[in-house]
């Protein structure tokens, strides 16, 4: 039985079970999904150029994962444009009172201009 290595989990597993990096694979080249997803690069030149079905339908699941952030990530973002922020908040809040600049009896006492001296009693009947 022939068997050749994977390039990604280095196993070696029958050739049967292998698939070329650079086809196609459920619309999309595995070797461009290496590289986008994974940092991977595969030259043509790649001694080893073969993939097993293992790590391909890895390779499905997380450009799937992928697919479905970046979908969601673009509808919270048009979300975000749609509603326009909400501010009615003032349901909780009192009406915020400033305290106002409370109308004291004024300080300025202006009535202290008659002496109020205790009368000094002088009406002493020193007669
Ligand atoms: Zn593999």
Redesign the pocket.
């Known amino acids: 039985m022939l068997t050749v290595c994977?390039?990604?989990?280095?196993?070696q597993?029958n050739f049967n079970q292998m698939l070329s990096l650079f086809q196609t694979y459920k619309g999309f080249v595995i070797r461009d999904a290496l590289l986008d997803l994974f940092n991977i690069q595969i030259l043509p030149t790649e001694m080893v150029s073969t993939?097993?079905k293992?790590?391909v339908a890895k390779v499905c699941t997380v450009r799937h994962i992928r697919d479905e952030f970046i979908k969601q990530d673009e509808r919270y973002r048009e979300m975000l444009r749609s509603s326009p922020a909400k501010d009615d908040s003032d349901e909780e809040k009192l009406p915020d009172q400033k305290p106002d600049i409370r109308t004291d009896p004024s300080p300025t006492v202006e009535s202290t201009t008659g002496e109020d001296k205790p009368a000094s009693v002088e009406d002493t009947d020193s007669t």
Do not use: G, N
């Open positions: 994977c390039r990604i989990c280095l196993k597993i993939i097993c293992e790590c």
